[in-house]
């Protein structure tokens, strides 16, 4: 009767996490593309739109401002100190460089699932903490940016490191 019990309630289990699973992609596939403007829209201020590019033949690059916002425009990070090691360089990296972590897609795909407009985004809370990709990817872009790259240029190498199927 106990082992009857157990099996049973493992059922149940599964069929709760399936339905979850099932939900999270039908909502994934319902929402659409992040198309929005940053809420800076005033005639001393260019509109700063957020890339769309999504296409048939690629794979989708995630939300993220093809110019630099305002900084203004832009939440503040979270404090450095919060963290330790790698945590602490990239939201000091996100401190240092807000702009250029605004023009870059975050392929851990949070703009999907948490709304998040780029990389800058992570940075805002405690989302990047535990996210190796976030992390990565503000390392990277802060090296990159220190070898003088552009915003532009690092975001095709963060395109080709994280985003080109292998």
Not at 5 to 20: E, H, N, W
Not at 94 to 121: F, N, V, W
Not at 125 to 135: K, R
Request: a neutral charge.
């Amino acid at each position: 009767m106990k082992k009857v019990l157990i099996v049973g309630l493992m059922i149940i289990a599964i069929a709760f996490i399936g339905a979850q699973l099932w939900q999270r992609e039908d909502q994934r596939r319902a929402a659409p593309p992040a198309t929005g403007v940053s809420s800076q829209n005033s005639p001393t201020q260019p509109e700063t739109r957020m890339a769309d590019h999504t296409h048939e033949t690629m794979a989708r690059v995630p939300a993220h401002y093809d110019a630099a916002p305002p900084i203004n425009s832009l939440r503040g990070t979270l404090a450095p100190e919060m963290f330790t090691g790698n945590v602490r360089l990239a939201y000091q990296a996100a401190k240092e460089i807000p702009q250029t972590l605004a023009q870059l897609p975050c392929y851990c795909h949070c703009d999907m699932s948490q709304g998040h407009k780029s990389l800058h985004s992570c940075f805002e809370d405690q989302h990047a903490e535990d996210c190796g990709i976030c992390i990565g990817e503000a390392l990277m872009a802060y090296n990159l940016q220190r070898q003088g790259l552009t915003a532009s240029q690092i975001r095709q190498q963060i395109i080709r490191a994280y985003g080109e199927k292998k």
